[in-house]
């Protein structure tokens, strides 16, 4: 099958540090092209990848401040740029959130798009009822909730490759929060778990675009004792950070579409302690995977008898659920189903 993957162009695929979406399009354009498809990536030109590429601008654009001025300039030239090669390809899957739909709907070529958000906003509502043409897939059964007017043809869990991470079965003496520091990743309540359950939390976090304030105002309680504050970092210290780890805490106040970190977790053996907000309890194996806990003080009760815990057979159910391998099977599902539909 001849494949197009369109990344936006705000980070390069992958990223080198934070940045789900683009991570998870490097692990699904790779997996293709192992399979022996034809893969294209649309990206920025410090991408890397097995695949042909077609780059769009030398630089990410949060990597290349001085360029990113007005972004929306480049990813019109992305999707022109997609649109000059759009006969090579049996199908076309976006990844950049929604403004190629007005184009794309006029196009002969099947096309699918994977939103990575939370769509819950009711400006999309209307926005929806105008497209139900637009063929999507959700990442988790829970994105789609409030908006069955739009089209939407499967739903695929994100994966990893089953080499990214190892099982790790002896854990160190701390937490952990991986992620984004913003009010919604619940890290106030990270803190606080951390501080009653009397264990060190490390914190491996980006700073969310517009929450610096929020941050400042963490600040204090990242500089106390057994708090530490770590920024982003790699696939290789995050490997090392996770494994290391008595328990992920993924106690977020909203409606998490999936949560990237969670599998990551569990690639490593460890157990996500998460909130039952959005995908959670449809990404979270209750006491298998992890725990779904309903506050601070359940959390810290869990915490209490972490050392139980079965991190070989969390390791196992991540492999039959999350593997990259699987996810791009389903994408392949979704691509014979697309393409059929439109020859009809």
Request: glycine content about 6%; charged content about 25%; aromatic content about 10%.
């Amino acid at each position: 099958m001849r494949i197009a993957q369109v990344a936006s162009l705000y980070e390069p695929v992958p990223p080198p540090r934070y940045g789900g979406t683009e991570r998870i399009i490097s692990y699904l354009t790779e997996e293709l092209v192992k399979a022996g498809h034809e893969v294209c990536l649309f990206a920025s030109g410090d991408s890397k990848t097995s695949s042909r590429l077609y780059p769009i601008i030398p630089k990410a654009l949060w990597e290349d401040t001085q360029r990113c001025v007005n972004p929306q300039v480049y990813h019109v030239l992305l999707l022109e740029e997609v649109l000059k090669h759009k006969d090579q390809f049996d199908i076309i899957h976006f990844h950049t959130d929604f403004f190629h739909f007005p184009i794309v709907r006029r196009l002969d070529v099947p096309h699918l798009t994977t939103p990575h958000g939370r769509m819950d906003f009711p400006e999309y509502i209307p926005f929806f009822r105008e497209f139900q043409d637009i063929p999507l897939s959700s990442i988790s059964h829970v994105q789609r909730q409030g908006l069955a007017l739009a089209r939407w043809v499967g739903t695929v869990h994100h994966g990893l490759p089953l080499s990214l991470y190892q099982l790790s079965e002896n854990p160190s003496d701390y937490i952990v929060f991986l992620g984004r520091i913003s009010p919604e990743k619940g890290v106030d309540d990270a803190l606080a778990i951390a501080r009653m359950a009397g264990l060190k939390l490390k914190i491996a976090a980006r700073v969310g675009l517009g929450d610096d304030a929020y941050f400042e105002k963490l600040l204090p309680e990242f500089k106390k004792k057994n708090i530490e504050y770590l920024g982003e970092i790699t696939d290789k210290e995050k490997n090392e950070l996770l494994g290391g780890a008595l328990a992920l805490l993924f106690p977020v106040c909203w409606p998490e579409p999936f949560g990237l970190s969670m599998i990551e977790a569990m690639a490593c053996g460890t157990p996500v302690i998460a909130y039952p907000q959005g995908s959670i309890p449809e990404v979270v194996d209750h006491g298998i995977t992890g725990f779904i806990v309903q506050n601070v003080q359940e959390a810290v009760n869990v915490l209490s008898q972490i050392h139980t815990f079965n991190r070989k057979q969390c390791r196992g159910r991540f492999e039959k659920r999350f593997s990259a391998q699987k996810m791009a099977e389903s994408y392949i599902s979704l691509y014979q189903k697309v393409i059929a539909e439109k020859r009809k």
